[in-house]
């Protein structure tokens, strides 16, 4: 079935790396994202990685897919206060290219 | 690009009002989503459209919602009677046929209070 799940909360200092991590159950997933929800804000697109890569990185953001455990995960590279914001993990099946399997978010709390 | 345009962006009406909610998608996509986010049930796809067409409505949650989408730059989702359980913040969405990678862009959203 379809169900992404992540940790709802994570907290690290200011210039530490973070690590957000996700687990998907379906293999038919073809491209899977990270979206960052700032307070009051809408849900804003950092990055994907499509089925067949390993890692994709941009700037500070590293994503790392391990297909066989269903298990991605974003990095973030010296954490700031501004990353603070709730994280979103989702995928997209094959064949349902129109719907988005939303995680429930991960909540990062960054600290001095 | 201005993004998705969303309107109002907070809403807090009385129970029984009718309430109706408004999204101007990116200019050239034409793909529509309209989701609702809350604490307890995270984000659900209530339905979308592609050129202008609704094609899966089955997350909408009952007769009360309706939504429509008249033209490319214009959308509605309408709530009638509205009850204090559609409290949530409703989201707007549009996409492109053209990218591969089928990524959604989304509004800044529409706080909306029954009371």
């Known amino acids: 079935g379809e169900d992404v799940e992540q940790s709802l909360f994570l907290s690290v200092r200011e210039g530490d790396s973070s690590v957000i991590n996700c687990t998907y159950t379906d293999s038919s997933s073809t491209y899977l994202y990270w979206y960052k929800q700032e307070p009051g804000a809408g849900l804003q697109l950092l990055t994907y990685?499509?089925?067949?890569?390993d890692m994709k990185q941009d700037q500070r953001l590293t994503v790392l897919l391990n297909k066989k455990d269903k298990h991605l995960s974003l990095r973030i590279a010296d954490t700031q206060t501004g990353d603070s914001a709730i994280y979103f993990c989702a995928e997209v099946l094959v064949g349902g290219y129109n719907k988005l399997i939303f995680g429930a978010g991960t909540r990062l709390a960054v600290h001095p | 690009d201005a993004g998705v345009i969303q309107s109002p962006r907070h809403e807090v009406t009385e129970m029984g009002q009718e309430v109706t909610l408004r999204c101007k998608p990116i200019?050239?996509?034409?793909?529509l989503f309209w989701y609702r986010q809350t604490m307890m049930r995270g984000l659900e796809l209530l339905i979308y459209?592609?050129?202008?067409?609704?094609?899966?409505d089955s997350g909408m949650p009952e007769d009360r919602f309706s939504a429509k989408m008249p033209n490319a730059s214009f959308s509605t989702l309408k709530i009638q009677p509205s009850e204090p359980r559609d409290s949530a913040v409703y989201f707007c969405?549009?996409?492109?046929?053209?990218?591969?990678?089928?990524?959604?862009?989304f509004g800044p959203g529409t706080r909306l209070t029954v009371t």
């Open positions: 459209f592609n050129n202008n067409v609704p094609i899966d």
């Open positions: 990685i499509f089925s067949n890569m």
């Open positions: 969405a549009s996409r492109t046929t053209g990218l591969g990678s089928y990524e959604q862009y």
């Open positions: 200019s050239g996509h034409d793909y």
